[in-house]
């Protein structure tokens, strides 16, 4: 069934807007709605005494209609539009009929594409897009430039539409869920960082999901800066397999890459721990090299997410100088390969928002020492095998929990030692005692945080107090 797309046409005075799912997003799109004038009704899945006392009083007093406990066909067939938020499925049978009804069906990147007046950088990735979108807030504001920067991380897009739209610059984290409803969402810069198995629960299959990705260049012009990883294989095999930067028709120089594989494209590469942007009409010379060397960008995979900052960056207007500044000054976000604490020889690494097999694949690549690796939560799809390798090279032993404990030890009891642990708090104290002076242990997930804990960020806490208490223990 083919889905109508969404147009701004449709945003007008008194057209009626069904806003699905209360989260962060889906409130921030109410309010933006209201504040140009359309009628709003809204839809979650949760019974009312599940949300929040304080705003279902406010959204009472500002929606046509209220509906919890679940969406109901009549309700979904009977507005102009329907703004999803990221975490709702495409696929619930109410959505089905409004399809069906060839009602368009857009989420917050789509009303950002109709409404926004600002210069915007857009970064995806199946991992590395908060801390490149972070990166490029602070490259940014160190070059004397005003930026929002939001979307997937911090404030939606539709906080700032609401707004005077008075930055200089707008810098989106951008995820696949938001893309699929991204209507003609289009970046002057868009920037793919990685691609690896992610999310699979909710994708028919790993190519839609990478097809999802890709759709952050779909409304590119010749004009806009497409920035591509050229050491992600999944990345070039999709390009080279479907054409898609030829349908673009970018300019060359418009088309950027980073990495250590550029074999002859523009972009930046690696000299050790410098960064080495060339071929790129943005440069004042024929090149720039920006060194990482004492930053907290340094090492992988903050070296290719640096790489990817610094080209948009240049190509937005950032000065060198600017950039090398905000590199300088840059702190790395939490719960990513942070160090929490070294206890009789033994390193303990917070990794909680590693939550696919990528991001663990990306973290064992970094370590140098033996790991004892905790693992395991609400599995996602991924496939573990591409594990395997580093698994059976550098990880002394696995602590699993969660609801994918049962099913990674029965993928890694052969390559590895392998216990259960009803708890992380368990985990740790089971971690602490197999490892020994100049061994890691490493919290990376490679699983969602839900069957135990609100969020990855929860997880984390919940690691460094454990590791914490082991400090205090040895102390006493």
Same mark, same amino acid.
């Given at each position: 069934? +083919?889905?109508?797309?969404?147009?701004?046409?449709?945003?007008?005075?008194?057209?009626?807007?069904?806003?699905?799912?209360?989260?962060?997003?889906?409130l921030?799109?109410?309010?933006?709605?209201?504040?140009?004038?359309?009628?709003?009704?809204v839809? &979650?899945?949760?019974?009312? &005494?599940?949300?929040?006392?304080?705003?279902?009083?406010?959204l009472?007093?500002?929606? +046509?209609?209220?509906?919890?406990?679940?969406?109901?066909k009549?309700?979904?067939?009977?507005?102009?539009?329907?703004?999803v938020?990221?975490?709702?499925?495409?696929?619930?049978p109410a959505?089905?009929s409004?399809y069906?009804?060839?009602?368009?069906?857009?989420?917050?990147?789509?009303?950002?594409?109709?409404?926004?007046?600002?210069?915007?950088?857009?970064?995806?990735?199946t991992?590395?897009?908060?801390?490149?979108?972070?990166?490029?807030? +602070?490259?940014?504001?160190?070059?004397?430039?005003k930026?929002?920067?939001?979307?997937?991380?911090?404030?939606?897009?539709?906080?700032? @539409?609401?707004?005077?739209?008075d930055?200089d610059?707008?810098?989106?984290?951008?995820?696949?869920?938001?893309?699929?409803?991204a209507?003609?969402?289009?970046?002057d810069?868009?920037?793919?960082?990685?691609?690896?198995?992610?999310?699979l629960d909710?994708?028919?299959?790993?190519?839609?999901?990478?097809?999802?990705?890709?759709?952050?260049?779909?409304?590119?012009?010749?004009? &806009?800066?497409?920035v591509?990883?050229?050491?992600?294989?999944e990345?070039?095999?999709?390009?080279?397999?479907?054409?898609?930067?030829?349908?673009?028709?970018?300019?060359?120089?418009?088309? @950027?890459?980073?990495?250590?594989?550029?074999?002859?494209?523009?972009?930046?590469?690696?000299?050790?721990?410098?960064?080495?942007?060339?071929?790129?009409?943005?440069?004042?010379?024929?090149?720039?090299?920006?060194?990482? &060397?004492?930053?907290?960008?340094? !090492?992988?995979p903050?070296?290719?997410?640096?790489?990817?900052?610094?080209?948009?960056?240049?190509?937005?207007g950032?000065?060198?100088s600017?950039?090398?500044?905000?590199i300088?000054?840059?702190?790395?976000l939490?719960?990513?390969?942070?160090?929490?604490?070294?206890?009789g020889g033994?390193?303990?690494?917070?990794d909680?928002?590693?939550?696919?097999?990528?991001?663990?694949?990306?973290?064992?690549?970094?370590?140098?020492?033996?790991?004892?690796?905790?693992?395991?939560?609400?599995?996602?799809?991924?496939?573990?095998?591409? @594990?395997?390798?580093?698994?059976?090279?550098?990880?002394?032993?696995?602590v699993?929990?969660?609801?994918?404990?049962f099913?990674? !030890?029965?993928?890694?009891?052969?390559?590895?030692s392998?216990?259960?642990a009803?708890?992380?708090?368990?985990?740790?104290?089971?971690?602490?005692?197999?490892?020994?002076?100049?061994d890691?242990?490493?919290?990376?997930?490679?699983?969602?945080?839900?069957?135990?804990?609100?969020?990855?960020?929860?997880?984390?806490?919940?690691?460094?107090?454990?590791?914490?208490?082991?400090e205090?223990?040895?102390?006493?």
């Open positions: 069934m +083919e889905k109508k797309l969404f147009s701004k046409r449709l945003i007008r005075p008194h057209s009626h807007a069904l806003v699905v799912g209360l989260g962060r997003s889906g921030s799109a109410v309010n933006f709605l209201k504040s140009i004038s359309v009628r709003v009704s839809s &979650d899945a949760f019974p009312m &005494d599940r949300i929040d006392g304080q705003i279902v009083e406010e009472t007093q500002k929606v +046509e209609k209220f509906e919890t406990g679940g969406h109901s009549e309700l979904f067939t009977s507005v102009d539009f329907i703004v938020s990221p975490g709702v499925p495409l696929d619930i959505l089905n409004a069906e009804r060839g009602i368009p069906v857009v989420g917050e990147l789509g009303l950002a594409a109709c409404c926004l007046k600002t210069p915007l950088v857009a970064v995806t990735g991992n590395g897009k908060s801390t490149v979108t972070t990166l490029l807030g +602070e490259l940014f504001r160190a070059s004397g430039k930026v929002f920067v939001g979307g997937n991380i911090g404030r939606p897009l539709t906080d700032y @539409l609401v707004g005077p739209q930055a610059v707008v810098v989106a984290e951008v995820s696949s869920f938001q893309l699929d409803t209507g003609e969402f289009r970046p810069v868009a920037v793919l960082l990685n691609i690896s198995p992610d999310h909710r994708y028919d299959s790993y190519e839609a999901y990478v097809a999802s990705k890709f759709r952050i260049f779909a409304f590119q012009r010749p004009g &806009d800066i497409a591509l990883n050229a050491d992600d294989p990345i070039i095999r999709h390009e080279r397999k479907n054409g898609f930067l030829d349908d673009i028709r970018w300019p060359e120089s418009n088309v @950027l890459f980073f990495g250590n594989r550029l074999q002859g494209r523009n972009g930046a590469s690696l000299k050790g721990r410098k960064v080495v942007l060339s071929g790129s009409a943005a440069l004042s010379g024929n090149e720039e090299i920006y060194d990482l &060397d004492g930053t907290s960008l340094a !090492a992988q903050n070296l290719q997410n640096a790489m990817a900052a610094i080209i948009a960056a240049r190509h937005m950032c000065s060198d600017g950039i090398r500044k905000g300088t000054g840059f702190v790395p939490p719960h990513r390969l942070a160090m929490v604490a070294e206890i033994v390193r303990y690494y917070d909680s928002k590693a939550t696919n097999v990528g991001a663990v694949h990306s973290a064992l690549t970094c370590m140098n020492s033996p790991v004892i690796l905790i693992a395991g939560g609400r599995d996602k799809g991924g496939e573990y095998v591409i @594990l395997n390798e580093l698994i059976r090279e550098k990880v002394k032993a696995m699993l929990i969660g609801e994918a404990g099913s990674m !030890a029965e993928a890694f009891g052969s390559l590895t392998v216990q259960l009803d708890t992380l708090p368990d985990a740790v104290r089971r971690a602490s005692n197999m490892a020994g002076s100049g890691a242990v490493l919290l990376s997930p490679a699983c969602a945080s839900f069957d135990m804990f609100n969020d990855y960020a929860q997880r984390g806490r919940v690691f460094r107090d454990a590791v914490n208490s082991l205090g223990s040895l102390k006493c």
